[in-house]
């Protein structure tokens, strides 16, 4: 117990209140099948509400911006601002941690800063808009379009949810109108470093027995429709060696590209997450077979090679299996490479508080990585994810692991503090 006034050191970091407060909100908005913060919904608005009072109580000041983002300002000695981000949605029947870690653990460095005093930077909190993109099946809204990279409008504009409700009305029930949501690019005019902590939500950090690592970037991902057109016929009167069957072929490649991925290495995927055969019936050789392939590295070189091999074999065995092949890309990104310097920064608050740190690529794309591509200086925080389980009501993370890494990230806020008011 502190008994001397003149050295009491300020209130301190306090983690175990981040999980206590992480369970609070889980009570909150979730129920027995998971987390239900589901962007531009009722859940969602009461789980803002209740960050909003947890922030308040440190003095920040709140705004909403054009595209539903959620700002906490403690203002400091000049506009420049370090950024703690995150996310309060999640998906239906969701996890608890997933994005709200980062906004609550935010929460308890803001106390901390706070309590310190004027700082020479400002300091702010964003609870990103939809990130999870649950309803209307568009990923990371709010965090685009502040980052300015938004433009998809148009297609927006036409999007429906599930029960037939457009995005646009929903929106503006929310107070954001989608022609406006472009305007949230002004918030990160003065962003001068982002800081991200999340869940892993993969298995590697808990296969290196460790609760803490330093995401390096976000992979990049080439994703195509591949369709394989061979000859329908009879199954019982057309011999094996006269078939033209497209099924053959594209599962040949749905092989290859593991080859494909262990060949590359250094944390290469492929996944082939889709194949439809026509006519799809048990007395027909498949005729058609559109397969949907996902592809990604955080290498872009090594990305463009790896498309480029899964071609070369499409083809190779469209020749063989006699069929043909077609190519179409149904999205891609570049990989997005984050800030050395505050990689070096997160490498040293990992090591301080839990002894040893480990560098990762996040496989999942993340808000981070919109403001990345911003030009703003950009890190992330992985802590382990039990079974590296996620978007479940399952997705878990121990305690302990939890609270280093509130101290994690109040570190790594510190000395880009410190860097920045240098
Ligand atoms: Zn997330």
């Not at 803002?48 to 983002?69: F, H, P, R």
């Not at 005093?117 to 502040?146: C, M, P, Q, Y």
């Not at 094996?240 to 593991?258: C, F, T, V, W, Y």
């Amino acid at each position: 117990m502190c008994r001397d006034f003149i050295s009491c050191p300020p209130v301190p970091l306090d983690p175990g209140r981040t999980v206590e407060e992480l369970r609070e909100l889980r009570e909150l908005t979730g129920d027995e099948n998971g987390a239900q913060r589901v962007a531009w919904t009722e859940t969602w608005v009461q789980a803002k509400q209740w960050l909003s009072e947890k922030a308040a109580a440190t003095g920040a000041q709140e705004e909403i911006d054009e595209a539903g983002n959620q700002w906490f300002t403690l203002r400091g000695g000049s506009d420049r601002a370090l950024l703690l981000g995150g996310h309060i949605d999640s998906v239906p029947n969701g996890g608890w941690l997933d994005g709200a870690l980062n906004v609550v653990a935010a929460v308890e460095v803001l106390r901390r800063i706070a309590e310190e005093g004027k700082t020479a930077v400002s300091v702010r909190l964003v609870n990103w808009a939809d990130e999870e993109g649950a309803r209307f099946g568009r990923s990371l809204f709010g965090s685009s379009a502040a980052a300015g990279s938004m433009a998809d409008q148009d297609e927006l504009r036409g999007r429906r949810d599930s029960e037939g409700a457009a995005l646009p009305e929903v929106l503006a029930a929310h107070g954001v109108e989608l022609d406006r949501a472009l305007d949230a690019r002004k918030q990160l005019a003065s962003a001068a470093a982002y800081l991200e902590l999340h869940i892993e939500q993969g298995p590697v950090l808990e296969s290196l027995r460790l609760p803490l690592g330093v995401v390096l970037g976000t992979f990049g991902v080439e994703r195509h429709q591949i369709t394989f057109r061979g000859q329908a016929a009879h199954a019982g009167s057309t011999p094996m060696d006269k078939r033209r069957d497209a099924l053959g072929a594209a599962a040949k490649l749905a092989l290859e590209i593991r080859e494909i991925a262990k060949r590359t290495g250094d944390g290469a995927v492929c996944t082939m997450g889709s194949c439809v055969t026509k006519p799809g019936i048990v007395t027909s050789v498949v005729e058609t077979c559109v397969i949907l392939l996902d592809q990604r590295h955080l290498d872009g070189e090594r990305l463009a090679a790896m498309l480029a091999e899964a071609k070369e074999a499409s083809e190779r065995f469209a020749r063989e299996e006699d069929v043909e092949v077609e190519w179409e890309r149904v999205w891609a990104i570049e990989p997005i490479l984050f800030d050395d310097e505050l990689i070096e920064l997160a490498d040293a608050a990992v090591a301080e508080v839990a002894g040893e740190s480990h560098r990762l690529p996040s496989g999942p794309l993340h808000d981070a990585a919109e403001v990345s591509r911003a030009g703003v200086p950009t890190v992330m925080l992985f802590v382990q994810s039990l079974r590296g389980l996620s978007h479940t009501k399952l997705e878990d993370t121990k305690p302990e692991h939890l609270e280093l890494a509130v101290q994690a990230l109040d570190r790594l806020a510190s000395k880009a503090l410190q860097k920045l008011a240098g």
